[in-house]
């Protein structure tokens, strides 16, 4: 079962709660049961998932609660504690320190994605302002070098390694060597993959380490490899000091449950997973906030976490003063759709969004609306100043069918893709001018005209996802709660 499937069958069981007309023992049972055989399903532990199971019970004695306490909210709490501490191995991650050389060394299994996962990671820091390089010191595989050439000639990231040089401790030196020479702030090291019935590479693998004495060794986990993740992952910890964990290819096909239990057996947290092949499809990793998107409950302050690292309310107080005048232009749009692609793949943004992403969001329609957003956007760069800044761009171009032949000659597509791009801008622009910078929009009187809106943008297939008009609503009203408490978890709202 894969950790989507895992989420929404946990989702379902707690339900079942709300169903209930008498919370008694044999409810809570049914409820563990069923939460305890989709972990199973999921690659878990059995050892860990027994103990949650007694953990969960121990913590909700039915006779020892008091009257009018709410006994639901109490058993969902309960649980999500004992989830956390599922994947909490209890020890603080390691940061980089701005200003000084971080060697960060990358152990893990042949094929686990290491090489990927190296490049993800600077890329990561670079995005964030980090002087970033890699440094490849796989000398076992062949087109290792090659791989990680390629990558990081792509994402223009600084690289090093050697064609000649078969001994990857003196590679590895040398490049790290340059590199501090050179002021780089993250210096990432990737190490050839090893088993643990390989004593040699792992001889190999603490000379490396001896040798640059990295700040962070990274064991990088393959998501994929269920519960043989747990027997490996302690090898690797007896022989080098890991400090933390990336969990790769967690992706729609992985169970990941495994992978994520094993993290007891390196006594280590995990610092990033990775959801998919591109560069940018590795997040940061945060317990309660995963736990919390896995159950489908979202992550506001993750989200707000992306509002302000790419500061939009600075860039846009012109924006927003248009709003507040009624005005949106097809360039507004156009900049409002650059802010989202830049916060990441599209699918990392819907997840954050409380209730949204567990249900409405699959890989085939994270894909179609991440590529329409594209063409757009293509589209708008098609246009001149006058249509692009007009109060009203889509009614000069309706008016006008030959600036939306040359608009659609201009970007390779039809005139039918502009006339549909011409009509998402006309419902955003309702929608925008409304909003902007109207607060008493969100009070509960106006919800209904918010709802039916945004309704109005969204494809049948993604509203009747959601359980149509009044399941957008309760969403919308629960994203709203949980905006006005940020730091505070919001357990199942049922």
């Known amino acids: 079962m894969v950790l989507a499937d895992l989420g929404r069958k946990i989702t379902l069981a707690l339900r079942s709660l709300s169903n209930a007309t008498i919370i008694n023992d044999d409810v809570i049972n049914s409820m563990l049961k069923e939460i305890c055989a989709a972990l199973l399903e999921a690659d878990v532990n059995i050892k860990l998932v027994k103990q949650l199971r007694e953990n ?11 009257s009018g306490m709410n006994k639901r909210r109490m058993i969902q709490c309960a649980l999500f504690k004992e989830l956390v501490k599922l994947i909490d191995p209890g020890t603080s991650a390691w940061n980089p ?20 996962t190296c490049s993800k990671m600077a890329y990561f820091y670079q995005r964030k302002g980090w002087k970033t390089c890699l440094i490849c010191a796989d000398t076992y595989r062949a087109g290792a070098f090659d791989q990680l050439k390629q990558n990081a000639t792509k994402a223009r990231i600084p690289f090093y390694g050697s064609y000649t040089e078969m001994d990857p401790v003196v590679i590895a030196a040398e490049g790290v060597e340059r590199f501090k020479s050179e002021n780089f702030e993250i210096i990432i090291v990737d190490t050839s993959g090893r088993h643990k019935q390989e004593e040699s590479l792992f001889e190999e693998m603490l000379q490396v380490s001896n040798t640059v004495q990295p700040d962070n060794i990274v064991y990088v986990m393959d998501a994929s490899i269920g519960q043989a ?16 964990v990336i969990v790769t290819k967690l992706d729609g096909h992985a169970k990941g449950g495994g992978a994520l239990s094993a993290v007891a057996a390196t006594k280590s947290p995990i610092i990033f997973i990775g959801t998919g092949e591109h560069i940018d499809d590795f997040e940061p990793f945060k ?32 924006l927003m003063n248009k709003l507040m005048h009624g005005q949106f232009t097809i360039r507004d749009m156009y900049e409002m759709l650059q802010n989202i692609m830049k916060m990441g793949p599209f699918g990392q943004i819907i997840r954050m969004i409380p209730s949204f992403g567990i249900d409405i969001l699959s890989k085939g329609t994270e894909q179609e609306m991440t590529t329409k957003f594209k063409k757009f956007m293509t589209i708008m760069d098609s246009m001149n100043d006058q249509e692009l800044d007009d109060k009203d761009g889509a009614k000069l171009l309706s008016k006008q069918p030959t600036r939306i032949h040359r608009v659609a000659r201009g970007a390779g597509v039809s005139n039918t893709d502009v006339q549909e ?20 929009f969100f009070k509960s009187g106006d919800m209904t005209k918010m709802t039916s809106q945004m309704a109005k943008m969204m494809s049948p297939k993604i509203l009747n996802s959601m359980g149509g008009m009044a399941g957008m609503s309760g969403r919308i009203q629960s994203m709203m709660r949980a905006a006005g408490n940020t730091k505070g978890l919001m357990p199942f709202n049922m």
Do not use: W
């Open 229 to 244: 993740c747990e027997s490996q992952a302690k090898a690797f910890k007896d022989k080098v000091d890991v400090a933390s």
């Open 287 to 318: 317990t309660q906030p995963f736990i919390s998107k896995l159950l489908g409950m979202g992550d506001i302050e993750g989200l707000f976490d992306r509002f302000n690292e790419l500061k939009l309310d600075d860039n846009n107080e012109e």
């Open 97 to 116: 320190t701005k200003g000084k050389h971080n060697v960060i060394m990358m152990v893990g299994l042949q094929g686990s994605g290491k090489t990927t």
């Open 56 to 66: 969960v019970k121990s913590a909700i004695v039915l006779e020892e609660m008091a």
């Open 421 to 440: 791009m011409l009509l998402q801008y006309t419902k955003f622009s309702q929608l925008a001018k409304k909003m902007g910078g109207n607060r008493a």
